[in-house]
T-cell receptor
Framework: NAGVMQNPRHLVRRRGQEARLRCSPMKGHSHVYWYRQLPEEGLKFMVYLQKENIIDESGMPKERFSAEFPKEGPSILRIQQVVRGDSAAYFC????????????FGPGTRLTVT | AQSVSQHNHHVILSEAASLELGCNYSYGGTVNLFWYVQYPGQHLQLLLKYFSGDPLVKGIKGFEAEFIKSKFSFNLRKPSVQWSDTAEYFCAVNSGYSTLTFGKGTMLLVSP
């Protein structure tokens, strides 16, 4: 059973470009979470999605960031017009349900903005 | 809002030493508690979790944690660490809803 997959593992973007990060949850999991880890910081929640629905986006910056989890295909975290402060590791996790379920994490995407 | 505090950012131990990593959370209601570990170059893995029942929880690789509700604490322990335990350890909490709130992490270095 494959774990949570994320790609790319490393992404370099120049300021002003767009970054697209992909996450394929574990088989049978319909809940996806995105977290961001800045240097010297713990993981910070960004957004929680189920298939075709955003459940909680309270951790998402108000501008330039968006996320989706379509009926078919991976979840996408999209960052438009990237700035240096967006440089971080972005982790995706999935679970089979809400509440008393463990979240399984992917390997992360390390975004570097030059 | 929930918050999680991990007492030490860096811990250095010799092999066979005992380990205790502190974790305190702030939330007045029912919580679920987790410890995750991130080995160098790898993704986060669950060490152990507490949902309810016995407050002393046993996890993988000889780790355990004790939930003390009156102290809002969930400290991680291991009686004898090994070099392979070198990793970053994260305490996390959720309040029954799904999103996790993480501490800043503790980097453990075990010298052989």
């Amino acid at each position: 059973n494959a774990g949570v997959m994320q790609n790319p593992r490393h992404l370099v973007r120049r300021r002003g470009q767009e970054a697209r990060l992909r996450c394929s949850p574990m088989k049978g999991h319909s809940h996806v979470y995105w977290y961001r880890q800045l240097p010297e910081e713990g993981l910070k929640f960004m957004v929680y999605l189920q298939k075709e629905n955003i459940i909680d986006e309270s951790g998402m910056p108000k501008e330039r960031f968006s996320a989706e989890f379509p009926k078919e295909g991976p979840s996408i975290l999209r960052i438009q017009q990237v700035v240096r402060g967006d440089s971080a590791a972005y982790f995706c996790a999935s679970s089979p349900g809400q509440g008393l379920y463990e979240q399984y994490f992917g390997p992360g995407t390390r975004l570097t903005v030059t | 809002a929930q918050s999680v505090s991990q007492h030490n950012h860096h811990v250095i131990l010799s092999e066979a030493a005992s380990l205790e990593l502190g974790c305190n959370y702030s939330y007045g209601g029912t919580v679920n508690l987790f410890w995750y570990v991130q080995y160098p170059g790898q993704h986060l893995q669950l060490l152990l979790k507490y949902f309810s029942g016995d407050p002393l929880v046993k996890g993988i690789k000889g780790f355990e944690a004790e939930f003390i509700k009156s102290k809002f604490s969930f400290n991680l322990r291991k009686p004898s660490v090994q070099w392979s335990d070198t990793a970053e350890y994260f305490c996390a909490v959720n309040s029954g809803y799904s999103t996790l709130t993480f501490g800043k992490g503790t980097m453990l270095l075990v010298s052989p």
